[in-house]
């Protein structure tokens, strides 16, 4: 059983690093799908546009997606319609369609080769409280014109999707290239400041563009204490099992989540997910993930993944300035909206109309249960960041890790099968959370907005920009 994505199995990739100052029209920062959905609509646009990766191409959270293509996403619709209103429900609908037409085509006319199969889907449940909130989601459906399947205790749709997220990106990537735009991965954006045009500094270089698109999931520098109140993080995890292809997707209607798809001779399945700041004993979750597929074949792939899941439901995909712009907050169902996010941002950089710049809006209208659910954010948030501080789950974890005080610094022991000691800060470099140790995957998390780092300090996944190296 490998802990790593089955979309990172034979990933082979050839990085340009920056290792110079550069100047642009436009630079992406984030090579995820929305990054280079964005890029690619920019191609022939005659203006010098640069993408920046910290990582590897597509290496956060599209790597670990389970790769639906689709518009029946839980119980979205019905959700929309009541905390806003049937009109943006409706339009939400419309983008999502259109979001699957524009990546199908784009796979089509490219001839990419990304193992796309169409594949019925379905939303399902076992809990027969929730079957009457089935009825409604389909009921609202059909009324928007959708040709439902119904059954006991799901509904379905046929025109949806299934692909391999990194093949599409590699080849996005190859595109994008020979197009003439750049692209610098392992380049981290440490800092970003407003001059007469934007300059974005990595460790040794700076970056000088007119305009700026937040590509990078986590908005890492982003008025950094009024994000997090936006939204929250949804953790998952996901196993592939060796299993017969069944050629379909399937979701439940509530969290915790149990989602599945088919990937040649694997089932993808997904289950546990929580909250971030919640329920953080990730050798329990990775566990009962283990339990509950025992009867459905091998696991040889296991991984976790979160999103970013916005109040109100909906992405943010906007401008933030004339010149800054951000596309992220997809609620889990990014292969859409980051495709969408793409179309949408290219339109704005271009001043072309588009008619989701609206609906996806920083600005959009607000309603009392935006409200309500940014207060649930922030008492969240607030209870999680002080419970870390004073207990740091010692409890869940077994003799290998002690934490202790430095001077004034906190800092965290873990001492390897080979008794050698692995001393870093205990403290997030983004906005100061304790952090807990997962036995499972051998990382330090960050229990409030998800960075991620491995045993020696070093930051694997943000939005921290630095390591937690210990140095002394
Ligand atoms: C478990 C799980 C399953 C999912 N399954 C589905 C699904 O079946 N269908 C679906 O539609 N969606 C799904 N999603 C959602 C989807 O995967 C995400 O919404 C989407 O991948 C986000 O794409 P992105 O481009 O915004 O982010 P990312 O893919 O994370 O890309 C952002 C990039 O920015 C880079 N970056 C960050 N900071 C910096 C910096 N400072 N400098 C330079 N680069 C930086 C990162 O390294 C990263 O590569 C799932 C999500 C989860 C958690």
């Known amino acids: ?14 990085v340009t690093i920056l290792n110079k100052d550069i100047d642009c029209d436009v630079l992406i920062i984030g090579a995820g799908i929305t990054g280079l959905s964005t890029a690619y609509h920019l191609i022939n646009s005659n203006l ?22 689709t518009y029946l996403q839980e119980l979205i619709y019905t959700k929309l319609k009541k905390e806003l209103n049937e009109e943006t429900s409706k339009k939400y609908l419309e983008s999502q369609l259109e979001a699957i037409n524009i990546l199908t085509s784009i796979i089509k006319k490219e001839k990419i080769e990304c193992d796309l199969e169409q594949v019925k889907s379905f939303v399902f449940t076992k809990d027969k409280k929730e079957l009457k909130k089935l009825k409604e989601e389909k009921e609202l459906l059909e009324k928007f014109g959708v040709n439902v399947l119904d059954y006991n205790n799901a509904i379905g749709v046929e025109d949806t999707y299934v692909f391999h997220p990194i093949k599409y990106l590699m080849k996005l990537k190859e595109i994008i290239l020979n197009n003439n735009i750049q692209i610098y991965e392992k380049t981290n954006i440490i800092e970003i400041k407003k001059e007469d045009e934007y300059v974005c500094l990595t460790e040794n270089n700076k970056i000088k563009a007119k305009k700026v698109i937040l590509a990078c999931h986590y908005p890492f520098f982003l008025f950094p204490l009024l994000f997090p109140i936006k939204g929250h993080l949804e953790k998952s995890y996901v196993a592939a099992i060796k299993n017969k292809n069944r050629k379909m997707s399937m979701i439940n209607t509530k969290i915790p989540t149990t989602s599945l798809r088919y990937h040649h001779d694997y089932m993808i399945y997904l ?13 329990d979750n990775f566990d009962s993930l283990i339990n509950t597929t025992k009867k459905l074949g091998n696991i040889d792939y296991i991984w976790s993944n979160h999103d970013i899941i916005t109040v109100d439901h909906l992405p943010i995909i906007s401008k933030i300035t004339d010149n800054l712009l951000i596309g992220t907050g997809f609620n889990t169902w990014g292969m859409t909206n980051g495709t969408l996010a793409g179309k949408i941002l290219s339109d704005i950089i271009l001043n072309k109309e588009n008619k989701y710049t609206k609906l ?38 077994s003799s290998n890790l002690e934490f202790k005080k430095d001077d004034s610094d906190d800092i965290a022991i873990y001492t390897d099968d080979n008794n050698q000691k692995h001393i870093v800060y205990n403290k997030c470099p983004h906005l100061g959370c304790s952090l807990i140790f997962n036995e499972f995957e051998k990382t330090w998390d960050c229990p409030c907005h998800g960075s991620k780092f491995d045993i020696d300090g070093n930051c694997l996944r943000g939005p921290s920009k630095y390591n937690i190296s210990y140095k002394k």
Do not use: C
């Not at 059983?1 to 050839?14: P, R, T, Y």
């Not at 959009?364 to 309500?372: A, E, H, I």
């Open 1 to 14: 059983m490998k802990k790593q994505s089955i979309w990172l199995k034979d990933f082979k990739n050839n």
């Open 48 to 69: 010098k546009v640069v993408v920046v990766e910290k990582d590897e191409i597509g290496n956060d959270v599209t790597a670990r997606t389970t790769g639906k293509i």
């Open 271 to 283: 289950n546990n997910s929580h909250p971030i700041s919640t329920n953080n004993n990730d050798k």
């Open 360 to 397: 996806f809006s920083l600005k959009r209208q607000k309603s009392l249960n935006t409200f309500v659910n940014i207060l649930i954010e922030v008492l969240r948030n607030g209870k999680s960041f002080t419970i870390n501080k004073i207990i740091k789950n010692k409890n869940w974890y």
